[in-house]
């Protein structure tokens, strides 16, 4: 029995990773098409019908080039930094509450921010170990970014957390059959949503990758394989992210079709916004995380832990 139910985990896991890895191929073919429509032009349209099979040729043609490593990079860390940085994204959707009780643990909040800090020393490691100026400034931007928002979305996740009263993920559901999040946590939304752009490192904060001032930043020596798993890795995190967002502040029932067009819907905002909003500048970024973001989230806490009290009170 204990065989079988480990089988069963390898065997969902395994599914788990293939429809994710084909989700984000297909995301990769959106971003493009949309793109293309927003500065007026067509999107890859050559590659089979409609330039569907375009994200599998792209995979084709980066898996297959030939690697360059740079001569001076320290090679290990240089070599293994996708790897770990493509298998930290797809651990993260472990704690997704599933219908078949997947790795539906206790602790699935607790999870998903320990995963999420991890993704900062891949990123760190790929600039460093590149030994390259452009690389090292890409690397140390994407830390100070990633760890200025972490603070915001901790906080704001702990608003869920006293509401809630559960590190539980599928908990979201339950509190949200009569009334959805988004309504009672509306300007926390908003916070998230940017949080979480910055998370990803998307535009407008993609200091980590800025090509006009740092040609590509932190991936910058990576070609083929390398910057491939890096980029499965970033799309494999902004699907996540989407998701967690529906879990969130749209009802959470991952059994109704109508999550999933939300959660479309949210993979095309990131994209959207990719395509109108220029880079933020650095300065401002981080004004934003520790003087607007910091105590405006600190307060919500505040007034939902007071709330939560207040009515525990008139219970009791």
Same mark, same amino acid.
């Given at each position: ?7 069963? !985990? !390898? ?259 990131? !994209? ?45």
């Amino acid at each position: 029995m204990i065989l079988f139910k480990n089988v069963l !985990i !390898i065997y969902s896991g395994l599914v788990l990773i293939i429809c994710v890895l084909v989700g984000v191929a297909f995301l990769t073919l959106m971003e493009r098409k949309v793109l293309g429509y927003i500065q007026i032009r067509k999107g890859p349209n050559k590659v089979g019908y409609l330039g569907v099979p375009q994200p599998f040729s792209d995979a084709i043609k980066l898996f297959t080039k030939e690697q360059v490593y740079p001569l001076v990079s320290n090679f290990y860390l240089y070599y293994c930094s996708p790897i770990m940085n493509l298998l930290v994204s797809l651990l993260i959707w472990m704690c997704m509450p599933f219908m078949c009780g997947f790795f539906n643990f206790g602790y699935g909040m607790l999870f998903f921010l320990c995963c999420s800090s991890m993704g900062v020393y891949t990123v760190m490691l790929a600039g460093w170990s590149s030994n390259s100026n452009y690389s090292m400034f890409g690397s140390l931007r994407s830390v100070a970014q990633t760890i200025s928002y972490e603070v915001s979305l901790a906080l704001t996740l702990m608003s869920f957390l006293v509401v809630v009263g559960s590190l539980k993920i599928s908990d979201l559901q339950m509190y949200q059959v009569n009334l959805w999040f988004m309504f009672m946590f509306y300007p926390l939304m908003m916070i998230w949503l940017v949080s979480s752009l910055a998370e990803t490192n998307r535009t407008p904060f993609d200091f980590a990758e800025g090509e006009s001032e740092l040609v590509s930043g932190f991936n910058v020596e990576y070609s083929g394989g390398g910057f491939a798993l890096i980029f499965l890795a970033e799309y494999s995190t902004i699907l996540f992210m989407s998701m967690f967002f529906c879990m969130l502040f749209f009802g959470g029932d991952v059994s109704s079709f109508f999550f999933f067009y939300i959660l479309s819907f949210m993979s095309f905002v990131w !994209i959207w916004v990719r395509g109108t909003l220029p880079r933020f500048r650095y300065d401002k970024l981080m004004y934003l995380a520790w003087k607007i973001y910091l105590p405006v989230s600190l307060n919500y806490l505040m007034f939902y832990l007071g709330g939560k009290f207040f009515f525990f009170s008139l219970a009791m």
